[in-house]
């Protein structure tokens, strides 16, 4: 099957840093990649929807300016914490589809951000 | 989003079938039910999905009722790699949105 990969598994930051996470289709083209966040013991939060050469759309409450997110090639997004906090230690999760229709999501393995 | 309902968590035994219900009575025509589950630490992994008819593929079988208010997965053979997290999502648009899921404990 398709595969997703993400960039760096895990990171660990200090307080007020910015940190890129990287999300990759290594054998497909994905025009629209998701990006979720996840707390502990709790569901898969969608925070945006990221479209290729145009602007993410963001679910209600998710800061843009706090989690920029570039999509700047078919095979590659983004996401950026900016002026990171503890409360935005989580794991993020990203997924791509491969064409159109409402087939199956791929997703990656997930970055465990923890902010010091 | 049309929202489902799951258990919050069922019990089974290795190597015995196991059906996961999923309730979604308010779900629209164009919707497709989709299941994935997801390891602890690990990103979510596509099961099956379906619109109308039941659907097999070698993970498992989705059984889905005449009037789409509910469906069911089924593992035929549970084994201890099968404890998950199982997310029963309805798709209409561009998005998968999570409920709470299923948490599988599979005994030996």
């Known amino acids: 099957g398709a595969v997703v990969s993400q960039h760096p598994s895990r990171v660990i930051c200090k307080s007020g840093t910015s940190v890129k996470i990287e999300c990759r289709s290594l054998d497909f083209q994905a025009t629209t990649m998701f990006w979720y966040r996840q707390f502990p013991k709790k569901s898969l939060m969608l925070m945006a929807t990221?479209?290729?050469?145009?602007?993410?759309?963001?679910e209600q409450g998710v800061e843009k300016d706090k989690f920029l997110i570039n999509h700047a090639s078919l095979t590659l997004s983004t996401l950026t914490v900016t002026s990171a906090h503890p409360e935005d230690s989580s794991f993020y999760i990203c997924s791509a589809r491969a064409g159109l229709g409402a087939g199956e999501l791929f997703f990656g393995e997930g970055s465990r951000l923890t902010v010091l | 989003d049309a929202k489902t309902t799951q258990p919050n968590s069922m019990e089974s035994n290795e190597e015995e079938p196991v059906h996961l219900p999923c309730n979604h009575s308010?779900?629209?025509?164009?919707?497709?039910i989709h299941w994935y589950r997801q390891l602890p630490s690990q990103g979510p992994e596509y099961v099956i999905h379906g619109l109308t008819s039941n659907v097999n593929n070698r993970m498992a079988s989705l059984a889905i009722a005449e009037d789409r208010k509910s469906s069911t997965l089924i593992l035929h053979r549970a084994t201890l790699r099968d404890a998950a997290v199982y997310y029963c999502?309805?798709?209409?648009?561009?998005?998968?949105?999570f409920g709470a899921g299923t948490i599988l404990r599979v005994k030996s």
């Open positions: 308010t779900i629209s025509g164009t919707d497709y």
């Open positions: 990221s479209n290729e050469g145009s602007k993410a759309t963001y």
């Open positions: 999502i309805l798709r209409g648009g561009n998005k998968l949105v």
